[in-house]
């Protein structure tokens, strides 16, 4: 006879493997350019950029005339202007890009495959992320690529309203390979010591980096109700199912970042969000005297000693040269869904029973999965019959006792329960 609990745990572990996502949509050269606005502000329609970078960003009708969006070998260029010597007393700045998704998105799986990122530049500030639609930072934000000047390293970010409204929101080490720079992700908080306002709850990724490669690389945000996964992989380190249309992420392991819905209110806190590219220069913090001339960002030179000037904007006035290569190139953008599978709604064992005292005992066990969320939810109802002779089950073995049938199941209920941590250990971490 095979065990109740052996046949829970089946059940069980199956029920709780991972994420299962579904094609939605793609962006590519194909329809890039209807699906994302270009936006000519920041937030804050009366400035440039919302953090006094020095550029004038483009709608696409201009942005195409200068050849700062195209379709190149195929695939979508997004860049700046690299050709005009500007006046450093200009108040517009060097032609740039700011380039919002249309559509906004809450949970899914968004996989983003580059041929080319922009190249490390002093001034340079490029960033792929999204940002909440709502009030800023209450509504959320997902730094998904982002640093500046000589940085050698990408730092994923989040960032979110403050603690007195949404309450503590951290990321742990445990939950990711990236080393964390900053964890707590409230935008408001600072001790001006391991972290500075607006930072943010920060990593640095140092494996599987992709940062400022000329070949591009992969990333994937995993967005579910329980989590917030961040992936980077360079080509051909990718997950063998990356490019399915259906496809689960149990065999991804640990992310490069985590933020966890037991860490942090997520489902509150990140409402729907845009993905956005831009491409800033100087600004804060890029242009700063203390990032301009005190911080290296790994490289071991700051920007006044490689340019020899003395700001950020007397250099990127003077050499649009130095941004020929700091652009995006994309292949594609893969937005898919959760994918729902409906449920066995009834799932009955009986246990076997034999007639004591012309009283048997029957009992059924009901297990309804629900994948929607990754919710599972076991019931388990015992009833006993009076009056019934006999109830005779598949297995054909009887059990002495039918209140012993009862706590048998029970405890196999129990059983499976405690049993999900190594469900989903081997399934991959998930939930944890």
């Known amino acids: 006879m095979r065990p109740v609990t052996a046949w829970l745990l089946a059940v069980h572990c199956a029920a709780a493997a991972a994420e299962q996502f579904r094609l939605d949509q793609t962006y590519n050269a194909s329809n890039f350019f209807k699906s994302f606005d270009f936006r000519t502000t920041g937030g804050i329609p009366t400035q440039n950029d919302d953090n006094w970078s020095w550029v004038k960003y483009q709608n696409l009708t201009n942005a ?26 200009s108040a517009e700045g060097r032609d740039s890009l700011r380039v919002v998704s249309k559509k906004a998105f809450k949970y899914g799986l968004v996989i983003t495959r580059f041929t080319h990122l922009p190249e490390l530049v002093c001034g ?60 707590n992700c409230d935008n408001t908080f600072a001790d001006n ?39 980077t992989w360079p080509h051909g380190k990718e997950p063998d199912n990356l490019n399915d249309d259906e496809l689960d992420t149990s065999s991804w392991g640990q992310p490069s970042v985590q933020l966890r819905a037991t860490n942090c209110d997520i489902n509150r806190i990140f409402q ?35 340019t020899r000037e003395p700001t950020c904007i007397d250099y990127v006035s003077k050499n649009p040269q130095a941004f020929k290569n700091f652009y995006f190139q994309i292949k594609d953008i893969r937005y898919l869904t959760q994918k729902v599978i409906k449920p066995t709604n009834h799932t009955t064992i009986a246990t076997s029973t034999r007639s004591m005292n012309r009283t048997s005992t029957a009992t059924s066990l009901t297990t309804t999965v629900s994948l ?44 499976a329960s405690k049993a999900s941590v190594s469900c989903k250990h081997r399934h991959g971490a998930r939930h944890i």
């Open 64 to 89: 195409q005339k200068k050849g700062l969006a195209k379709i190149k070998d195929g695939e979508v260029y997004l860049g700046i202007d690299h050709t005009r010597v500007l006046n450093k007393t």
């Open 272 to 306: 729907e969000q845009q993905l956005m590219f831009t491409l800033p220069v100087c600004g804060n913090p890029p242009g700063s005297d203390q990032f301009w001339k005190e911080l290296d960002g790994g490289s071991g030179r700051t920007c006044d000693k490689v």
């Open 124 to 183: 340079g500030w490029p960033a792929y992320w999204t940002l909440g639609v709502g009030e800023w930072p209450k509504a959320g934000e997902i730094d998904i690529y982002e640093g500046w000047n000589l940085d050698i390293h990408n730092k994923p970010v989040f960032h979110v309203g403050p603690a007195s409204e949404f309450g503590s929101c951290t990321i742990e080490q445990g939950d990711q390979y990236s080393p964390i720079i900053s964890s």
């Open 372 to 415: 929607n969320h990754t919710t599972i939810a076991s019931s388990l109802t015992a009833t006993v019959s009076k009056n019934q002779t006999r109830i005779t089950t598949a297995t054909g073995s009887t059990i002495q006792d039918g209140q012993t049938g009862i706590q048998e199941a029970v405890t196999a209920t129990s059983t």
């Open 193 to 231: 010591k391991t972290q500075w306002l607006n930072q943010g709850c920060q990593s640095r990724e140092t494996t599987n980096t992709i940062w400022a490669s000329p070949k591009g690389g992969i990333q994937a945000l995993e967005w579910t109700t329980e989590y917030i996964k961040l992936f």
